[in-house]
Nanobody, 122 residues
Framework: QVQLVESGGGLVQAGGSLRLSCAAS????????MGWFRQAPGKEREFAAT????????RYAESVKGRFTISRDNAKNTVYLQMNRLKPEDTAVYFC???????????????WGQGTQVTVSS
């Protein structure tokens, strides 16, 4: 059974930083692309970042490019999202997801975590 468990969310002031983690089990993590998505209240879930199986290729949404960094540690079966210079509009529930190849599309991911709340105060 595949499990993705996010952690690291919380309340932070604008301009601050957080690092999210997603621990994976039940899948071949080193052979899986991973993605981070987010969903703000009343809005659809949207793409934030994705990384390929080896960590050599990443892609970001324009809204987070230059501020967020996705990375992975295959020895720990964990993917990270380092979020810097946070803005109030980054407030959302953040989800990690897994599939075979990187994608920016929510519908193409097979497995999802339960999400972690990030709140950025102004």
């Amino acid at each position: 059974q595949v499990q993705l468990v996010e952690s690291g969310g919380g309340l932070v002031q604008a301009g601050g930083s957080l690092r999210l983690s997603c621990a994976a089990s039940g899948l071949t993590f080193s052979g899986s692309a991973m993605g981070w998505f987010r969903q703000a209240p009343g809005k659809e879930r949207e793409f934030a970042a994705t990384i390929n199986f080896s960590g050599t290729s990443t892609r970001y949404a324009e809204s987070v490019k230059g501020r967020f960094t996705i990375s992975r540690d295959n020895a720990k079966n964990t993917v990270y999202l380092q979020m810097n210079r946070l803005k109030p509009e980054d407030t959302a529930v953040y989800f990690c997801a897994a599939r075979r190849l990187p994608s920016t599309s929510t519908s193409e991911y097979n497995y999802w975590g339960q999400g972690t709340q990030v709140t950025v105060s102004s």
